[in-house]
């Protein structure tokens, strides 16, 4: 954090908007390069680009977060969450809606642009977040490569090898990848929820497996010994990690930031693209306040567009130019292949003497990878319920090989862009979920948890997920290096081009993919 809040004193961020009248477009503001969204695909984008020297310009709709609260943190908690936590709600809107059915777990807070935004839709919802370094900002930084198999059944025409033996270890190299101590991990009442998941896998047959993170779990050692600041001891995880965890802030970001070849732009939505006829891409982007309005309507023009605004932002964005005839030339692909990764999140009860613990890492550090079982293949994050007091409760996020798909389409009467996934869909992940914790209830008599998820007896919370893919799929929409077909020098780099479902957590994937693109563009078309 410290290189972006040097950079920001320096005057290579906008931060700190104020409150004014909105006015007409001023006079178009030129770039060589713009990237939207700074996200992993953005960061990757951002850094490369000025990495080779070219100027280049990041438009982020959300904050930099850089400014402590009262309280003397830039994020708040999950159990006292404020206006900090959400983008312009007035209710938290976490994941776990109750505990006991109690509607005990979210708050009433002030509208502000927060940390975290959940996405409505009909039949789905989606998590992503919002600030400076997107997603990073929010999740819990299982940091896991695919199998290989899976990659290349999901991404046929690209190179596993080369993604393997050069782009996923520059990925995890650039992201701060490393792995919980196993002999400090089998000691800590921290992580005693993980350890009796992973008793009940065992008692059923089945494999866990450790998975990497972003968080620096040195760091988290000197805080369960006492002697740092705590951050994922002391509940800090979807509205954001004050210290310990390598968000893009403070990797790629603060790398790009240092070339002094990149600004970041933040509280600026791009709402519309088109084509210049010298083939230059012009933006319009609204700038807003802390209150959400709209302040100034601005205009930017550049000769490279990356698109970085992950599989709901950059996908809507396409539609809309698309069916509003501002870029025609996109194809049909443009906002098709869309899925969840097949998450649901579910709930089991323990027996009494399987306590999981009052005190619980909010960074998950190991699953349940029954992903070779052909009849159902399911990866399954064993999660944290870190809510200070003992609860009994195991609590998943299941990754399951749903191949159901969607498509985002343009409403012409809502002006609005709309997401064609329907409950039944979200039906296929929940049976493949089921068949596997049937059998790890079965094999431990013991029983789902029902009173976790808002509605009375509803046990698998198929309705939101965490990693939207798809919806500009790779080798569709774009060629098989992420240039988008119909126009040349535009490109994406994020999650829509992942086909819906990569079987684990797909931040590395994105970076991985990104990083791969932009060597090959800069190689090619620079």
């Known amino acids: 954090m410290v290189a972006l809040q040097t950079a920001a004193a320096a005057g290579l961020t906008r931060i700190g908007l104020q409150s004014a009248q909105a006015v007409e477009p001023a006079a178009v503001e030129t770039a060589p390069a713009i990237v939207v969204g700074s996200g992993y695909g953005g960061a990757v984008a951002a850094l490369r680009l000025g990495q080779a020297g070219i100027t280049t310009l990041v438009l982020e709709m959300g904050r930099l977060w850089n400014t402590p609260g009262s309280d003397g943190k830039i994020f708040c908690n999950t159990a006292n969450p404020d206006q900090r ?12 809606a109750s505990f006991l059915w109690l509607d005990v777990v979210n708050k009433d807070i002030t509208a502000y642009p927060g940390v975290l935004d959940r996405v409505h839709y009909d039949n789905m919802s989606v998590y992503v977040g919002r600030g400076v370094g997107g997603g990073s900002l929010v999740n819990g930084g299982m940091a896991v490569t695919p199998r290989q198999s899976y990659f290349t059944e999901q991404f046929p025409a690209v190179d596993a090898t080369a993604m393997y033996n050069t782009y996923f270890p520059r990925a995890r190299t650039m992201l701060g990848v ?9 000691s800590t009442e921290w992580y005693q929820f993980t350890r009796t998941s992973r008793k009940a896998a065992t008692n059923t047959g089945l494999t866990t497996t450790f998975v990497p993170n972003v968080y620096d779990f040195g760091y988290m050692q000197q805080e369960a010994a006492g002697t740092a600041t705590k951050s994922a001891l002391a509940q800090e995880v979807i509205y954001g990690n004050n210290y310990g965890k390598k968000s893009l802030d403070k990797t790629y970001l603060a790398s790009a930031l240092g070339t002094g070849k990149v600004t970041i732009h933040t509280m600026e939505k791009v709402k519309a693209v088109t084509r210049a006829s010298d083939g230059s891409y012009l933006l319009t982007v609204d700038r807003i306040d802390n209150t959400g309005a709209v302040v100034e309507t601005k205009q930017y023009s550049c000769t490279y567009l990356f698109l970085g605004g992950g599989s709901l932002g950059t996908t809507e964005l396409l539609v809309r130019a698309r069916d509003t005839g501002t870029l025609p030339a996109l194809n049909s692909s443009v906002g098709a292949g869309w899925g969840p990764n097949g998450n649901t999140m579910l709930g089991r009860a323990n027996h009494i003497w399987d306590t999981t613990g009052a005190n619980q890492s909010t960074m998950p550090v190991m699953g ?15 999660a944290p319920l870190p809510i200070g007091f003992e609860t009994w409760v195991s609590l998943y996020l299941a990754i399951t090989k749903n191949p159901q798909r969607a498509s985002f389409t343009y409403d012409s009467a809502s002006g609005t862009v709309k997401l064609g996934w329907t409950a039944a869909q979200s039906a296929v992940s929940v049976a493949m979920a089921k068949k596997l914790f049937d059998r790890i209830n079965s094999a431990n008599a013991t029983v789902y948890r029902s009173d976790l998820f808002g509605t009375p007896s509803k046990v698998f919370a198929d309705d939101f ?38 079987g684990v957590n797909p931040f590395v994937t994105i970076t991985a993919l990104a990083e791969r693109t932009l060597e090959r563009v800069l190689a090619e078309d620079f």
């Open 85 to 96: 936590s959400m983008w312009f709600k007035t209710r938290t809107e976490a994941p776990l």
């Open 178 to 186: 490393n792995t919980v101590d196993p002999t400090w991990f089998e």
């Open 465 to 502: 997920c965490y990693h939207p893919l798809g919806g500009c799929v790779l080798g569709n929409a774009t060629d098989n290096y992420g240039r988008v077909k119909g126009y040349s020098k535009l490109y994406i780099t994020d999650g829509s081009l992942v086909p819906g479902n990569i």
């Open 368 to 382: 349940i990878d029954d992903w070779a079982n052909t009849d159902n293949p399911v990866f399954a994050e064993i």
